[in-house]
């Protein structure tokens, strides 16, 4: 079966120090994959998706990057924190299957505050 | 641009009664709509979905109707419990597209009074 892991599980950084946030999936090859931000009580921000290595389309313009280095490895970073990235960082991952519509499956988050 | 709609945004039921989270959504293009379910500070989990050539789709006590020419759809929780209590997502697929992205809509937060 398929498993999604992330880490860390709570991240606590000063503005201005660099991230990176890893996430990886096992038990199946080319899955699309996801980076999500999610504000207290708030929505689903899709921050970046991969169809692919190296392969990185960003959905809105901000102070972060996403990179695909293995099939099954997403990571995002910065290199400098502002206050307005604390939130809830969620990997997801959902099956290529071309045009037909898949469930995306989430990992556990990393809850992200910046002091 | 693609869009969903949901609503209610908060909803509160006594233990025992039915709840109704409605969806609407802007690409007729759209096969494929998942509903998600997400407790206080967990990630979303999957609970169910239902694919365009579908109107309807029942797994125990939730279930799922397609209205496609409205381009709507609705999650039906029956006999409700406390432990249903979460936040509820659905999403839409993007088409044309081989991207796998979904669109979320914002989500109903239910609250099941014992």
């Known amino acids: 079966s398929q498993t999604i892991h992330q880490w860390p599980a709570t991240l606590v950084q000063p503005v201005g120090s660099p991230l990176s946030l890893e996430c990886t999936v096992e038990?199946?090859?080319?899955?699309?994959l996801y980076w999500y931000r999610q504000a207290a009580g708030r929505g689903l921000q899709l921050l970046f998706y991969?169809?692919?290595?190296?392969?990185i389309s960003s959905e809105v313009p901000q102070n972060l990057s996403a990179s695909r280095p293995q099939d099954r490895q997403f990571i995002l970073s910065s290199k400098k924190l502002l206050l307005s990235d604390s939130g809830f960082y969620l990997c997801?991952?959902?099956?290529?299957?071309?045009?037909?519509?898949?469930?995306?499956?989430f990992g556990d988050g990393t809850r992200l505050s910046i002091l | 641009g693609e869009n969903v709609e949901q609503h209610p945004s908060t909803l509160s039921v006594q233990e025992g009664d039915s709840a109704v989270i409605k969806c609407t959504y802007s690409?007729?293009?759209?096969?494929?709509f998942p509903w998600y379910k997400q407790e206080l500070g967990k990630r979303p989990q999957l609970i169910i979905d239902?694919?365009?050539?579908?109107g309807e789709k029942k797994d125990q006590r939730i279930a799922v109707t397609l209205n496609k020419t409205a381009k709507h759809f609705s999650l039906h929780i029956t006999e409700t419990q406390p432990e249903d209590s979460a936040v509820y997502f659905c999403?839409?697929?993007?088409?044309?597209?081989?991207?796998?992205?979904?669109?979320f809509g914002q989500g109903t937060t239910l609250q099941v009074k014992p």
């Open positions: 991969s169809v692919g290595i190296g392969q």
């Open positions: 038990g199946t090859s080319n899955p699309n």
């Open positions: 999403a839409a697929s993007i088409l044309p597209s081989n991207t796998g992205k979904l669109i």
């Open positions: 239902i694919r365009s050539n579908v």
């Open positions: 997801a991952w959902s099956p290529d299957r071309g045009r037909v519509g898949q469930p995306q499956h």
């Open positions: 690409d007729s293009a759209s096969n494929y």
